[in-house]
């Protein structure tokens, strides 16, 4: 045989099984020698027999009888095979081999009678220890005259047989790295068909409403796996199935490994699927509950099984007896949920390695043996026979519920989960929407094929008030209503939260006090303070000046600017102080330890540039050195005050937990964004115990700790030119000498430049290479990152999540000075590709409200308003008005409150009435004051209108002041607010036309005694009119 032999395997592993036979328990102590026997059987698929010849050769060798004595082994099989052996018989110069028993290889002559090469090896049994016991495994029955005729010699020879098969399969059990490493491949690879094809094409079926059986769609997930693209690159010939898929819907359940999918169609309830795959001899499993449009309690049992998974892992761990654990996991079900331990599953899994269920090893109540380091166990978990009281037909009433996973036991954590599917209701449900839009299409379209196109027009118009008399919304109206009933939980909310907040005032901080020096002895004694010179302290950041003959210090802090000039015969150098009333900046506050006290704001000093004889220098010589030397210390101490300032606030964090485990999820050349250095730098991205860490070439490193990650978003490639993962932090991190709130890692996966000078044709070979390498990379990119994504998540247990973006939700904006693209993922709104980045957090979110809404505006811009009232609105500038009804779809499906209006307000005056005023706001209405279909001031509707119109087309020559004070006026009272927007809310919704309007206008016009036209014209710009207010237009 050309095949290799792992000798050093061998040796480890037979040295284990003499090692454990030799301690004698259980079964090993009764047995005198051990014989496995192989025949040929090709509808065997799991032998305990050939395991162990896998588990020792590393292939199953067919026709081959090996009996293992107390100091010998002997191999009884045909040449070929013998030849084969050979690699392990030999055991000159090999260390590894010694306390191994030698080896004896016996030729199997075909057609001949075995009879002296059994005799032989009978003679080596009655040698070992008492030669009357042999250990075999009785399960194992291999047809054939070879295989009889052995078994006919040992029962001739009256030995006693003992079976063995749960001893081995405890040695066994136990897997060493490169066996786990076989295991997690398998592992990974069931998890990679599930999601990529099982999974998909469940929802291809249920979105496409096919009727498929379960047995055709388990024949397509085993011709799946001949399919490189489902298997992660690994070779087809080295896969299969360790058995036939299950797939279970309907009302019909086994929650058992020995069933078969039957011929029913497929149900669009709960959908049960269990696959395992075997690579390289070595077995791995998962089980899925798949459900659609799940009722609460479904989802409520659901959320509970994987709380009693959690449970079992938890419990799963080296030294705990197999049977303790089942009984924990059971008695956790009584407690929690009673009513559900007579539904749980019988057993909860089972040891699993080369043998896909290892029968000696059950997860059950009677199991002794206890877990060991390095097993590897399927763990299934379900609750069976379950009513689903929403169900109408058959199918629906009975429901079961399955979750397993193929499972590692550690030494003191809870059992590793090798495999990483998500099974959270989010993952596994799949939720249709009744859309009653789309089945009005149909009754239209079943209309026109019965009647023909002429009857068209009747059958829409029958079919429109058919909805009218069943009252059925559309979803213009079922969003309005929905907004309704969030304006009044917002009003709400809001007042009980300020009211819960108040007494917590914001305390303004002072002032830092800077004293030059504390005692007089400090002071310094100087030759140019003696002759009355200006002298500047850099050690105790002070100038010392002469002041009416008096040295007097004053720090650096206190004084705001400096100035010199040449005037003549004499420099001047003046020096402003900052003093109570003068500007000290937005950022420092402006609150002075002692705002009564006498201040001096300025200083001037003269000295002459001529040089009198005697002096050795220019007198002024000394107001340039001052001026020099005060900018370098006043630099830096405003450099030094800057640093200060950015560390203020910042939360002290955990230190990070270094694994230091190879196998640790890591994605590599990347670069950082903020930059660490000037120069942008690669470096390594690495996933730990409890955070990341970011290491580049230079050695510089970044923690992020999982606690502190508030967005974990993972942006991918598709239509960008960069693949992002950004983290979005609670607490602001220092790096760079600056805080930063929002860290992202992303690298490039094309030219982001491209040369517009070189000739390019259409068809060129070197562009389509280039093409078809970019979309490789891509590919590869996407691969890596998702991969890196699940691990983490794996090693997380799912408490970080990452978010992708919508894209087809997303929506153009400027939240800075650029257009982006804005895309909402599941919990924010975020654009992480540009810098710097938008993140805003939905749950934060109070309300939004659409500025500019008109109808000759191509954009118009959105604030967003926060729970937090101190916080700053945020502004998104020039969003395209066609975005306005997805925006609002979108805001209305997340359960935000939105409002539009005409005008731009002025949301600093806005917020600071509130917060000054909560309780006064809310008795006014709240925030019904944005709505324009707000009833307030409803009852002076004519006047507010006249009053508006007035505003409106009041002629002044400074346009500029007119908007001005309109809009102070606009946010001095509530309820000026809220008549505008009745009124403009009253004719927005007259449902009057231009006709009728026009007509109006005319006959307000007669009354008015405006019969010329001319004169008409001229006069209507100054005056108002009967027709609905014109919006003032935005100046750009």
């Not at 500019?852 to 191509?858: A, C, E, G, S, T």
Request: aromatic letters at 8%; charged letters at 30%.
């Amino acid at each position: 045989m050309a095949a290799n032999l792992d000798k050093e395997a061998y040796y480890r592993r037979i040295k284990r099984l003499y090692g454990n036979w030799k301690k004698g328990e259980d079964e090993f102590g009764k047995v005198d020698a051990i014989v496995v026997s192989v025949g040929v059987d090709e509808e065997i698929v799991y032998a305990k027999s050939t395991a162990i010849q896998t588990w020792l050769f590393g292939y199953e060798v067919t026709d081959t009888i090996m009996v293992f004595c107390e100091t010998k082994i002997l191999f009884l099989a045909s040449k070929k095979k013998v030849d084969f052996l050979k690699q392990v018989a030999i055991t000159k110069g090999n260390e590894n081999a010694n306390g191994v028993p030698p080896i004896t290889l016996l030729t199997r002559e075909k057609n001949e009678s075995n009879k002296p090469n059994f005799d032989k090896m009978i003679e080596a049994i009655r040698g070992s220890r008492g030669g009357k016991t042999v250990g075999v495994f009785s399960k194992d029955k291999f047809p054939g005259e070879y295989m009889k005729s052995w078994n006919d010699t040992l029962t001739a020879e009256g030995l006693e047989k003992v079976d063995i098969s749960a001893v081995v399969a405890y040695t066994m059990a136990v897997k060493e790295d490169g066996e786990l490493g076989l295991m997690k491949k398998a592992a990974a690879i069931t998890s990679e068909v599930y999601s990529k094809f099982f999974k998909e094409r469940v929802m291809e079926i249920v979105d496409a409403d096919e009727k498929v059986r379960h047995s055709k769609l388990a024949e397509s997930v085993e011709k799946a796996i001949e399919e490189k693209k489902y298997l992660g690159g690994v070779d087809p010939s080295t896969v299969e199935m360790c058995y036939p898929p299950i797939i279970q819907s309907g009302g019909n359940y086994s929650l058992k490994f020995s069933v078969v999918s039957d011929k029913n169609h497929m149900h669009f309830g709960a959908i049960t699927c269990a696959m395992g795959i075997r690579y390289k001899s070595y077995c791995s499993n998962l089980v899925r509950t798949l459900m659609v449009d799940p009722p609460q309690e479904m989802q409520d049992n659901y959320n509970f099984l994987l709380q009693v998974e959690e449970e079992l892992l938890k419990e799963l761990k080296h030294g705990v007896k197999i049977c303790d654990a089942y009984n924990t996991v059971l008695e956790y079900v009584k407690k929690e949920k009673a009513d559900l331990v007579a539904k749980l599953t019988k057993n909860l899994g089972f040891a699993m390695g080369i043998e896909f269920r290892e029968g000696s090893l059950v997860l059950n109540s009677k199991n002794q043996y206890k877990l060991k380091k390095g097993m590897v166990l399927s763990i299934s978990i379900g609750f069976a026979d379950l009513t689903n009281k929403e169900g109408k037909k058959e199918e629906q009433k009975k429901y079961a519920l399955f979750v397993g996973d193929t499972v590692q036991i550690n030494e003191e954590e809870a059992a590793t989960v090798l495999t990483p599917v998500k099974k959270k209701i989010k993952n596994v449900g799949i939720f249709l929407k009744n859309d009653d839009e789309e089945d009005e299409e149909e009754e239209v379209d079943d209309a026109e094929e019965l009647l023909g196109k002429g009857a068209r027009g009747a059958a829409l118009l029958a079919d429109r008030t058919r909805l009218l008399g069943k009252n059925e919304m559309t979803a213009e109206e079922k969003r309005r209503a929905h907004q309704k009933e969030l304006a009044n939980s917002l009003n709400e909310e809001a007042k009980r939260r300020l009211t819960e907040q108040k007494g917590e005032q914001q305390i303004q901080k002072a002032r830092k006090s800077n004293v030059s020096y504390k005692n007089v002895s400090q002071m310094p004694r100087e030759k140019d303070i003696r002759e009355m010179k200006i002298f500047i302290d850099k050690k105790y950041e002070t100038v010392v000046m002469p002041i009416f003959g008096i040295a007097t210090p004053f720090h650096i802090a206190t004084i705001k600017n400096i100035s010199m000039s040449v005037e003549g015969d004499y420099t001047y150098l003046r020096i402003n102080f900052y003093v109570p009333g003068s500007s000290l900046g937005r950022q420092e506050g402006n609150i002075f330890p002692n705002p009564d006290a006498t201040f001096v704001k300025e200083i001037t000093y003269r000295a002459s540039n001529l040089k009198a004889p005697g002096d050795t220098s220019v007198p002024s010589t000394n107001l340039q050195n001052a001026f020099r030397i005060i900018k370098e210390v006043q630099k830096r101490y405003k450099t030094r005050e800057a640093e200060e300032k950015e560390k203020e606030g910042i939360v002290k964090q955990d230190s990070l937990v270094i694994n230091l485990n190879r196998s640790n999820p890591k994605l590599k050349d990347l670069y950082i964004r903020p930059n660490i250095a000037q120069k942008r730098m690669q470096g390594s991205l690495e996933a730990h115990t409890n955070g990341f860490r970011f290491t580049s070439v230079r050695g510089d490193k970044v923690d992020i700790l999982y606690n502190n990650i508030k967005h974990a978003i993972f942006q991918p490639c598709d239509g960008e030119m960069i693949i992002v993962l950004h983290f979005h932090l609670k607490n602001a991190i220092m790096f760079g000498k600056r805080r930063h709130t929002d860290v992202q890692f992303y690298t490039e996966v094309g030219e982001i430049t491209t040369d517009l000078g070189k000739h390019q044709h259409m068809h060129d070979r070197d562009d389509l290479y280039a093409e078809q390498m970019e979309r490789e990379m891509r590919h590869k990119l996407k691969s890596a990152f998702k991969n890196f994504i699940e691990k983490v998540e794996t090693l997380t247990r799912e408490e970080l999540e990452f978010e992708v973006p919508f894209r087809d939700l997303g929506f153009q904006g400027a939240p800075y000075r650029s257009t982006c693209l804005l895309q909402p993922t599941s919990s924010s709104l975020v654009n992480v590709t540009e810098w710097p980045p938008f993140v805003v957090t939905l749950d934060e979110v109070e309300l939004v409200h659409f500025e500019r809404v008109q109808f000759h505006l191509k954009n118009f811009d959105v604030v967003i308003v926060y729970k937090d009232y101190n916080k700053k609105v945020t502004m998104i500038n020039a969003v395209p008005v066609n975005s306005l009804d997805p925006i609002k779809e979108w805001l209305n499906s997340c359960d935000i409150k939105y409002t539009e209006g005409v005008q731009s307000l002025n949301w600093t005056k806005i917020m600071k009435t509130i917060v000054d005023d909560p309780e006064g706001f809310f008795e006014q209405g709240g925030w019904s004051f944005l709505d324009p279909e707000s009833e307030q001031g409803s009852g002076a509707e004519e006047d507010s209108e006249s009053e508006m119109e007035d505003e409106t087309f009041n002629p002044s020559a400074d346009e500029t002041e007119v908007e001005e004070e309109d809009s102070d006026e606009d946010y001095s009272s509530e309820t000026e607010n809220s008549d505008y927007s009745a009124s403009l809310g009253s004719e927005e919704e007259s449902g009057k036309d231009w006709d009728e309007l026009e007509e109006e206008a005319r006959k307000a016009d007669k009354e008015s005694h405006y019969e010329d036209e001319d004169t008409s014209n001229k006069k209507r710009k100054n005056r108002s009119s009967t027709l609905p207010p014109v919006k003032k237009k935005r100046r750009s």
